[in-house]
């Protein structure tokens, strides 16, 4: 299989970056998108060039390093996939792939396809956790969770924080991610102790993060690989208005 | 020296309390002069650099992600056991370190086991409080499953992502402690070397991935939560950056390492298709709880699977072991595979695969059930082979997971460096020559949470009046000079071969005669063709870029530096172990019908290897079964 | 002002502006009737409204709410396209939301151009006196119809009004679901039935609103 990759490449993040054309022979279907760029690096090596900078770790979608905008989607062509998840056999003999960072103000360029996604650690370090130390805790089953909450917990304590919702979204909005994580406190009795504060704060700390304010594209929902709905961000939004009128 | 594992005195069970009420403590006011480095940000990493923050130690804590939510506990897909006995199936503390001990075929400290059964349930209401959302009955109490090699069921679990539930839980609680200003966490930084100071580890060199500088950082102890070093086969179900490098720079500053060869192969991954693959896929072990394996009875067998009448199937784990089956633990299911592999009977493109097939299952249960329990993992299964496993069977294949072996520890954690700690994955504790499905998950948060947390004041009482020296100590720069010269040195090579080819060649011979089953010959040839591959990377490696910016290629190189030292360690371990235990199967040591054949006679002890100029020198740590008395591991 | 309280500004807005709109397409029907009937009871109608304390207030919170609709949706886009700074060269959005949500700006920007032309014609005309002065009916009533009807026979301007309620459409179709979520509204089957909600109304309110004018032009 052929393909010919135009991929972004920048020296650092003040520099200028640009699409760069690479064709590629000898790639099977069967190759990850992943491994097609590993592959690419490779003979970039022993043609004396430097590799393509991108992120991957787990490579079985769960824990987020990886995302790049391919063909002018957040992850690829598919619906609710990590870019490690995306094979070759979803493109043609022949195609031109283009790959480009995920682009947010908030994610500034560290180099090539590597973005800095330390935004989302600091809106987390907002109080996305209870504050309870080691050692405290009470009985597990004394505290009882009907399964439907736990259950609509889960699905937004799925979250892989990749910062696909952010690179897909025309505003750049981080209400996915947000909601996502104080939806998943909140709505546990562990956590509502602190849910208005968590709230209050971490809203903030995403604005002054500069990410944008959300618009409901959906666009986030279609290529969340944790499958969050945008519900998530208008149940966001209606314990926004409910700790600022009600208390 | 002499191997101290430090096992406090009195009966099994009191053991840990005696050790907490003798172990020395330290005042508050002490606790915030004195500082802690953290190498790894996993479950044990981020569990132990929040505790220790939290009782007021100044905690520096780094990985090599971009952040701390991403390190490779976050994969761990079944679940994490605990004896609670909330399903009243007569599980109990002493049933559980039972079923760790016997599932580590005999080959761990019946005191560390023992802690490990007794610290599971306060896990689970550490777990349970900071939000984790565990599954639940429709009445709000906590739920469980069975997991591989038990016969109880004290898995708890969160979907299929139990792994990134607990770990997003010990990011936010490191988060919290971020936030406080008593952790300062330094994603992006790659730890190279550890610098050893009068015998005591007093701080790390780093390499700032982003930008290449090479930083100093000093503290009054070391801790290493770096996880396992399964990519030294290249193809794992390890993240793809997972390495060895900080444990193996460790063990060659006077940290024993143990049990290196202890590996456990997976059985129910993903198989490999071509040389470019990267990483194996894991599909949780949960599937076995109702597909069924099998290979053609015919060798080379081309037709469809679903062309093959049942009579011309063989269940060889339903055969082989009729009271467990298709449940038999993994390191069993794993070997069994192989071996009908091996015989020719595999299937798929490469004939490296067996089938797990849920036929049988949907028939009795009815699709929709199936859907509902493991929908999830038949969607991934699809997106990544294009194969929709309702119609036609699964095609697994046997992979490396994880290192049972590790860091030496005694009973504290600490390694035989002073101050040098090492936790979770990369020690050597509790998991003896096997590891229980489940089990990952609650030795890596016990140690980071539970045990690191009150032991190591145990040994910073001693440093409080001493203070670390700080990065202006000579061996600082030394250290730092080395680690400069090593990079340098790569970078200088410019040769014809990528660190890719020496990694899958390495991977080969790895894979070959170090994995499911070993023999004399074949790790004797193993350590030859090592040395080998040694001697040609360091002649022929090329790495493009420099050692100033982003560069992912010198990255992989130099932790394949330390892979290909660490396999020679892996081959030395596996031939002087001269029995089959665990994970660890000696071909020359089996029974007529292939089952494993321990030898406590002679190998009653943890085999504990002191690095010495570029050589090995074994140490024995003899095991004693003061408890419990080892018998014969049988599934049968 | 953060980005809770500008956004929550433009649904609230929408919302009544939403209202209005069901309120005015529902008067414009009398439109289609019997001249005779349609004139008496359309100016009728319009007097009602015109001297009405009531619908001044109203009027008046109409007005200040499409002010603080397009100023603060103004602002959220300047914002969000700083936000987002640099655009991707290749964006397929299409494949993964409706291309109205990606242009509510746009769209609310040819709205806002209809608004102001459809108030030039009527309601500085009428309200205001600019321009031709408008006569009565039999019944002493401003005679609005005979506003509306000549407007109508104008094909440009019936071109013009009938063509500009497309994008009334797909704004009021993105805006009205979108307006709820802002809002609070999570209930996962209730967005479902608010989506198709939202489609019949802008369907409603965009041929209701551009099919009239073409009724009278050919009545």
């Known amino acids: 299989m052929k393909v010919t990759f135009k991929i972004w490449r920048q020296e650092q993040s003040d520099a200028k970056g640009a699409l760069k054309s690479y064709e590629i022979d000898g790639l099977s279907e069967d190759m990850s998108f992943l491994e097609a760029l590993d592959f690419l690096n490779e003979s970039l090596v022993l043609k004396n060039e430097k590799v393509i900078a991108f992120e991957s770790d787990c490579r079985e979608g769960i824990c987020g390093s990886c995302g790049v905008f391919i063909n002018g989607r957040a992850h690829g062509p598919h619906d609710n996939m990590a870019t490690c998840q995306v094979h070759m056999r979803s493109f043609k003999d022949g195609d031109t792939i283009v790959v480009e960072p995920w682009r947010a103000g908030a994610f500034p360029i560290v180099k090539d396809l590597v973005v800095d996604r330390s935004a989302f650690d600091r809106i987390i370090e907002q109080g996305a956790y209870i504050t309870a130390k080691t050692g405290t805790a009470a009985e597990a089953n004394a505290i009882l969770i009907p399964k439907e909450v736990a259950d609509s917990s889960m699905d937004v304590a799925a979250c892989i924080g990749c910062g696909a919702c952010v690179a897909t979204c025309k505003n750049a909005s981080a209400a996915l991610f947000v909601s996502a994580k104080i939806n998943h406190l909140n709505k546990l009795p562990q956590g509502q ?5 968590r709230l209050l704060e971490m809203t903030t700390q995403m604005e002054l993060e500069n990410f944008g304010s959300c618009t409901f594209t959906a666009a986030c929902e279609m290529e969340c690989p944790a499958e969050i709905s945008i519900s998530s961000i208008a149940e966001m939004n209606a314990r926004y208005i409910k700790a600022k009128f009600f208390g | 020296m002499t191997l101290n594992s430090k096992i406090p005195e009195g009966k099994l069970e009191d053991k840990w309390r005696n050790y907490q009420s003798e172990s020395r403590l330290i005042n508050p006011a002490n606790k915030k002069n004195l500082n802690i480095i953290v190498v790894g940000s996993g479950l044990a990493g981020a569990g132990a ?4 923050a939290e009782l007021g130690y100044q905690v520096q804590c780094f990985c090599y992600q971009d952040s701390a939510r991403r390190a490779h506990s976050v994969a761990a897909q079944g679940g994490i056991n605990a004896a609670k006995n909330y399903q009243h199936d007569g599980d109990s503390v002493w049933r559980m370190f039972y079923d760790t001990l016997k599932g580590g075929d005999f080959r761990s400290r019946e005191a560390n086991t023992y802690r490990l059964a007794e610290l599971s349930a306060p896990l689970i209401d550490h777990f349970v409080q900071q939000g984790v959302p565990f599954a639940r009955e429709y009445g709000g109490v906590l739920a469980n499953r069975s997991f591989g090699g038990v016969q109880v069921q004290r898995t708890f679990y969160a979907r299929g992502q139990t792994g990134q539930q607990l770990l997003l839980a010990a990011y936010s609680q490191l988060s919290k402690m971020i936030r406080a200003k008593k952790v300062a966490m330094l994603p992006r930084h790659e730890v190279l070397d550890i610098v050893v100071i009068n015998g005591k580890a007093k701080g790390v060199i780093v390499r700032e991935l982003s930008t290449g500088q090479i930083k100093r950082f000093a503290a009054d102890a070391v801790v290493l939560a770096t996880g396992g070093y399964s990519r030294v086969f290249r193809l794992s179900t390890l993240a793809i950056n997972c390495n060895g490098s900080a444990i193996w720079k460790a063990h060659k500053r006077g940290a024993f390492f143990a049990a290196p060869s202890f590996t456990q192969i997976h059985p129910t991954a993903l ?24 290979v053609p ?19 060889y784990l339903e055969r082989r072991y009729p009271s467990f089956g298709n449940l038999a633990p993994r390191d069993i299911a794993s070997r069994a595979a192989k071996e009908r592999i091996d015989a020719g009977h595999g299937v798929g493109q490469l004939k490296n695969a067996v089938y797990l097939d849920f036929k049988h299952a949907i028939t009795k249960l009815g699709k929709a059930a199936i859907e509902d329990k493991y929908g999830n993992l038949f969607t991934m299964y699809e997106k990544i082979t294009g194969i929709n496993a309702y119609q036609e069977p699964m095609k697994i294949s046997p992979a490396a997971h994880f290192s049972m072996g590790g860091l030496w520890v005694d009973y504290e954690l600490m390694t035989t460096i002073l101050g040098l700690y090492a936790i979770g994955e990369c020690n050597y504790s509790d998991h003896g020559a096997n590891r229980l499905g489940a089990n990952s998950l609650l030795q890596t948060s016990i140690d980071g949470y539970f045990i690191l947390p009150n032991t190591i004041n145990n040994y910073l009482e001693g440093e409080i009046g001493e203070k670390h020296p700080g990065v202006e100590h000579p061996e600082f720069a030394h250290v730092e000079n080395e680690v400069k010269a090593h990079i340098k040195k790569i970078l200088h090579i410019n040769g014809n071969r990528t660190t890719d080819d020496f990694h899958r060649e390495l991977g080969k011979v790895m894979w070959q005669e170090c994995a499911m089953s070993r023999n004399k010959q074949g790790l004797e040839l193993a350590i030859l063709q090592i040395k080998e591959i040694k001697e040609q990377f360091w002649n022929d490696i ?7 910016e982003m560069n992912p290629e010198l990255e992989k190189a130099l932790r394949l530096a330390d892979f290909i030292e660490l396999a020679i360690l892996m081959c030395t371990d596996a031939l002087q172990r001269d029995e089959s235990c665990g994970a660890h199967f000696r071909e020359e040591y089996q029974t007529e019908d ?14 504990v290897w002191e690095y010495h100029a570029g050589d090995f020198k074994l140490h024995k740590e003899m095991l004693e079964f003061e408890y419990v008395k080892p018998t014969v591991r049988s599934y049968k | 002002m953060n980005l809770f309280f500008r956004k929550s500004i433009v649904a609230a807005t929408g919302l009544f502006l939403c209202i209005f709109l069901m309120v005015h397409v529902s008067a414009n029907i009398i439109l289609v009737f019997p001249e005779a009937t349609a004139r008496s009871l ?23 709410s499409i002010i603080f609709h397009v100023v603060y949706a103004g602002i959220i886009t300047y914002k969000n396209r700083n936000s987002k700074g640099v655009q991707n060269t290749i964006n397929h959005n299409k494949e993964n939301s409706s291309w109205a949500s990606q242009n509510m700006g746009v769209l609310g920007m040819l709205i806002l151009i209809f608004i102001i032309i459809h108030l030039v014609n009527f309601w500085a005309r009428v309200k205001l006196g600019i321009g031709e002065t408008v006569g009565t009916d039999m019944a002493g009533n401003i005679d609005v119809y005979e506003v509306t009807f000549t407007l109508f026979h104008n094909p440009y301007y019936v071109l013009f009004y009938s063509i500009l309620m497309l994008p009334l459409g797909f704004h009021l179709h993105h805006g009205l679901k979108s307006a709820f979520k802002t809002l609070g509204f999570y209930h996962k089957k209730g967005l479902s039935v608010l989506a198709k909600i939202s489609l019949i109304y802008a369907l409603i309110l965009s041929v209701g609103f551009g099919i009239i004018p073409i009724i009278v032009y050919f009545k």
């Open chain 2, 594 to 607: 292939g089952e494993a054949v321990r030898n406590d006679a002679d190998f009653n002890f943890v085999s």
């Open chain 2, 271 to 294: 198989p490999q298709t071509s040389d470019a693959q990267s990483k194996l896929t894991l599909m949780s072990e949960s599937l076995r709880n109702d597909g069924r394996i099998w």
């Open chain 3, 42 to 64: 359309y100016n009728a109608y319009s007097t009602t409204l015109r001297e009405s304390m009531l619908i001044s207030i109203v009027a008046y919170l109409l007005y200040l």
């Open chain 1, 193 to 197: 102790p602190e849910g208005h504060k």
């Open chain 2, 542 to 548: 090329k790495v493009t870029g420099t050692d100033t």
């Open chain 2, 297 to 315: 009875k015919k060798k080379d067998d081309k037709r469809k699977p679903i062309d093959i009448p049942e009579d011309e199937r063989d269940y």
């Open chain 2, 49 to 52: 650099a929040a505790t220790l």
